[in-house]
Structures are given as structure tokens and as C-alpha cells.
């Protein structure tokens, strides 16, 4: 049975005990680096796309280490860098298949956001999957939880009202408290851990030898040779 949404963000509190000082570190540095580049004269929208896909994968990586309760370290932000392209070629894809489905409706488009929502964090389970794979993982353990993630979401929401209302001082807090429940989120849901487009060897049936009795006819207990054989 799957968690709650009220103890997943419980579990993602908890998980920031001791780390909120490195959480809030890391980021604010990522928010500051996209929204520093972004405003880059001429080349800011180029290098934002450049760097956008592994920043967010250095980002999961490090929530999911928060999550987990192993060790957090501040340099996992820059560790998407280390599958450079499928965290690229993930956000292009993220993007462009986002975009044309919003081109049919907004609501269509919010749906494909929140299929491929878990894309970083399957990437940083398995560096060695495809983008498109992980796409594919992402679509795959959303099933019937879009409803479940979209709840999560409108539970933020009165917390990112009264961040407003602190001229957005509150974020510094709630950004980190909101990537440690997401992170909680996808453990929730993830299932095994089966690489999508893996194929699983074939499971060989062990053969059942034949019977072989070990008892001799004249050994068999209880025959009495007839009067005819006798003789």
C-alpha cells in the first residue's frame, strides 16, 4: 500500500533533520545558477538549455541521498555533469514532448509534466539508461499516481502562499522541503528496480529425472510365488 501524501511530506521533514543548512545551500546555488545564466546577454537561453538537464539530475541525486539517509554532500549538485548527455537529451525531450502536447491543450500538457515529473530521480537510480528509456520509466511508475503527485502538489501550495507573503524569504525554506517529499514521492512509487527496455533472462525449468525404481522384482515385499510357478 502506498503512503500518504500528509506522511510523505512528514517522512521529507524528517529527512532534513541535521541537513537543512547543506539542503538550503544547494538550493539556493542551483536557483542561482538558472536564474543567473538565463539572464546571460546573447548566449543565456543557450547555456540555460545547456546545463538546465544536469543540473536538475545533480539536484535529484543529492534529495535522493537526503531521502535515503545516506550521506549528503554539497558537490552531488554538479553530479549530473558525469551522464552529461542522457540528463540533456532528457530535458530536450521533457520540453519538446511537453510542448506539443500543451499545443492540443494546457491540460494535456500539465498531464505530460507530470508523467515524465520523475525522469531525474530514474536516471539517478540507473546512469547508465537511456533518455528516452527513462522517459519511459518515468511514464511507466506514474500510472495512477498523477492524481496521488497533483494532491501532493496543492498540499504545497498554502505554504507557497505564505512564502509570498515573506517576499519570498519563506522559499529558502520550503524549496527544500519540497525536493526532500518529492524525493520520498518517487520511493514511494518506484516498484522494482527493472531498467525499462531490459529484457530479463529467461527463467530455464529445472528437468525432473525419470523415476527409477531401486527395489528388484524378486525384492518386492509381500509377493508369494503361485503353486504353478513352484513347480
Do not use: H
Not at 505564505?162 to 520550503?174: D, E, N, V, Y
Not at 527544500?176 to 522494482?192: L, N
Amino acid at each position: 500500500m502506498q503512503t500518504a501524501n500528509a506522511e510523505l511530506m512528514r517522512a521529507g521533514k524528517e529527512s532534513l533533520k541535521g541537513k537543512w543548512g547543506l539542503a538550503i545551500a544547494v538550493s539556493i546555488t542551483y536557483c542561482v545558477l538558472i536564474g543567473a545564466l538565463q539572464n546571460v546577454k546573447n548566449v543565456g537561453p543557450i547555456v540555460s538549455l545547456l546545463i538546465s538537464g544536469p543540473l536538475a539530475g545533480g539536484l535529484a541525486i543529492f534529495y535522493l541521498s537526503v531521502a535515503r539517509g545516506t550521506e549528503a554532500k554539497f558537490e552531488q549538485l554538479f553530479d549530473g555533469f558525469k551522464s552529461y548527455a542522457t540528463y540533456l537529451l532528457a530535458y530536450i525531450l521533457m520540453v519538446v514532448f511537453i510542448m506539443l502536447w500543451a499545443l492540443l491543450l494546457i491540460i494535456p500538457g500539465i498531464i505530460a509534466a507530470f508523467s515524465y515529473a520523475m525522469t531525474y530521480y530514474v536516471i539517478a537510480d540507473n546512469p547508465t539508461i537511456s533518455a528516452f528509456d527513462a522517459l519511459k520509466k518515468s511514464k511507466a511508475i506514474m500510472v495512477g499516481n498523477k492524481g496521488k503527485y497533483f494532491g501532493l502538489i496543492l498540499r504545497f501550495f498554502g505554504w507557497a502562499l505564505l512564502a509570498i507573503l515573506t517576499a519570498g524569504i519563506g522559499f529558502i525554506w520550503l524549496i527544500p522541503y519540497m525536493q526532500a517529499t518529492t524525493a520520498k514521492f518517487y520511493e514511494d512509487i518506484k516498484g522494482g528496480d527493472n531498467v525499462v527496455g531490459s529484457t530479463p533472462e529467461p527463467t530455464v525449468p529445472t528437468p525432473i529425472a525419470p523415476f527409477k525404481s531401486e527395489v528388484k522384482d524378486a525384492e518386492i515385499v509381500g509377493t508369494t510365488p503361485t503353486e504353478g510357478e513352484q513347480k
